[in-house]
């Protein structure tokens, strides 16, 4: 009885010792365990913040997310939950995001075109150019269409139309940004007389398609006869032509005078942000380029290249003849309100050239000032207001073509 008492203790002393121990290495194993597992998740926190902010430097310092972040992006998937449940971000359009190119006839205006079409495919602008080259004076109600319809084209956008200029403050429309193009007055004319009866390199029978109608006699009609006689086609109000485009749409803007310079001369200085001169494209192209750079960039380099110089040279005028001395100093005369206005113009565009800071050589003008003045005082005393009102109702109907 006493033996088996002993041995009893001896089991039970064992077992004790074996859940002692068994109770100790477990203790020991937990106390490790926390140990290992906070550092783990201190080193992916710590990890993380350096991530964080080595990705929020490159995103501060190069206007965007590192390379590294898209490119896992790209691996993991192109799309994120807020992509496909999210409301979508808002586009980011560049400013200004509406311009309007209302192009005044034979001023380098289809050059200009053909180099738009091919910055619009190259920088993703929506360019809508109006094929109405005839109806630049609108009714109120043409207008209102007008300004509604350009201002639903999708931004950003250029549109360009042979029209006068548009007031869309007026109707209380979001005003677009203008930009534009003249030249020498005198040389407009002639170009426009001579595209209308012998068209330009694009092909001999160009001019016949345009205007089909013209007679023979008018089509030859010599342009000092033209101008000496007074045809409609070579005097007022015929020939007051650039400075309705930037006075507008108001009656007053196609009479010849000061009110139409004038208001002329304002839209230009608050509705315009460049109005360059054709005798100086290539200065006209690197400002448009500095000033609207999500349309303009890189054009002076297409404008250059070989391939557009031989689309170019399809757009000039043919058979253009230089009218007397006496035919000029008529045309002048007629013209000296428009000559005002393109000197205007002129001198802006150096003012905004010199403070840009662009240095280039000008090219003078295609008649010198020096010349202008001597015209201008060689010019008889033209006819009384009164009397070429009458000269162009008698003459209304006559042969010649209106435009």
Known sequence: MKNF????????SQSTNHIRERNSRKYSLLSVLPLRFSLRGYGVCMATLFLFCFGSLFYQLNGGPPKILLDIRQYLGGSTYLDDHGQ??????????????????????RTVVILLRLLAEKHQFNLVSSDIHNKTRLTKHEQVDLMKNISSIPQPFLYTRHVHFLNFTRFKIEQPVYINIIRDPINRFLSNYFFRRFGDWRGEQNHLIR???MKDDERYLDINVCILENYPECSNPRVFYIIPYFCGQHPQCREPGVWALERAKQNVLENYLLVGILEELEDVLLLLERLLPHYFTGVLNIYKSPDYRKMGNMTGTVRKQTPTLEALQVLYHHMRYEYEFYNFVRDQFHLTKKKIGLKSVSKPPAY????????????????????????DLEDANSWLVHP
Not at 368 to 391: C, G, H, I, K, V
Request: hydrophobic fraction near 30%; aromatic fraction near 6%; charge should be negative.
């Open 5 to 12: 008492n002993s041995s009893a203790l001896h089991s039970h």
């Open 88 to 109: 979508p971000a808002p586009r980011v359009l560049p400013f200004p995001s509406q311009v309007i190119y209302n192009r005044v006839g034979k001023c380098g205006s």
């Open 211 to 213: 205007t089909p109608g």
């Open 368 to 391: 010198s000032n020096d010349f202008l003045r001597q015209l201008a005082l060689r010019t008889p005393e033209p006819l009384d207001e009164d009397e070429e009102l009458e000269t």
